[in-house]
T-cell receptor, first 114, second 110 residues
């Protein structure tokens, strides 16, 4: 158990509505990540964080914003959800000192945008 | 970060060794090779990583060629629970982020 909790685990919403996914960790690790996974694309990095209020963009950041106001929580927000953002979203933490190292993933949040 | 090439799918008989290849011909000197796997609908799981020496842990062995242009992940005695998508990732360069490709679907057959 890597001490990562994602919420909600499943969500159905309509196009144009805001959505926030939460990733919570219990071990105070510095690095946290948000990935999305779609058929045929594998996992793609959306945003990552290297400390409180320190975030950066990944491969597919358009349409997403993140916030990290405290070490244990990393929030992913879709300001106005679109059908192309229907996906499974995974949060991960790094237990190493650097940006990579071993990543531990949450169970995923399945988002459907109608 | 260097790009990796993996076969789309492989089969392996239960109890036999599974050897999963990965080509990373553009790897640079400070980049590591990481392996992860993802069992259906679960989050990816870290397996092993290495720089240039062969590595072994309780899950698998990683063999990296001397020129570092390719590597092989070895599951010594595959079980049905090892059926998963296996990702080979090269990172540690300027961006130092883990970028996943589409991986190899390993199907362990009874």
């Amino acid at each position: 158990d890597a001490g990562i909790t994602q919420s909600p685990r499943h969500k159905v919403t309509e196009t144009g509505t805001p959505v926030t996914l939460r990733c919570h960790q219990t071990e105070n690790h510095r690095y946290m990540y948000w990935y999305r996974q779609d058929p045929g694309h594998g996992l793609r990095l959306i945003h990552y964080s290297y400390g409180v209020k320190d975030t950066d963009k990944g491969e597919v950041s358009d349409g997403y914003s993140v916030s990290r106001s405290k070490t244990e929580d990393f929030l992913l927000t879709l300001e106005s959800a679109t059908s192309s953002q229907t996906s499974v979203y995974f949060c991960a933490i790094s237990k190493g000192q650097g940006l990579t190292g071993e990543l531990f993933f949450g169970e995923g949040s399945r988002l459907t945008v109608l | 970060d260097a790009k990796t090439t993996q076969p789309t799918s492989m089969d392996c008989a239960e109890g036999r060794a599974a050897n999963l290849p990965c080509n990373h011909s553009t790897i640079s000197g400070n980049e590591y090779v990481y392996w992860y796997r993802q069992i259906h609908s679960q989050g990816p799981q870290y397996i092993i990583h290495g720089l240039k020496n062969n590595e072994t842990n309780e899950m698998a062995s990683l063999i990296i060629t001397e020129d570092r242009k390719s590597s092989t992940l070895i599951l010594p005695h595959a079980t049905l629970r090892d059926t998963a998508v296996y990702y080979c990732i090269v990172t540690g360069g300027a961006t130092n982020k883990l970028i996943f490709g589409t991986g190899t679907l390993l199907a362990v057959q009874p």
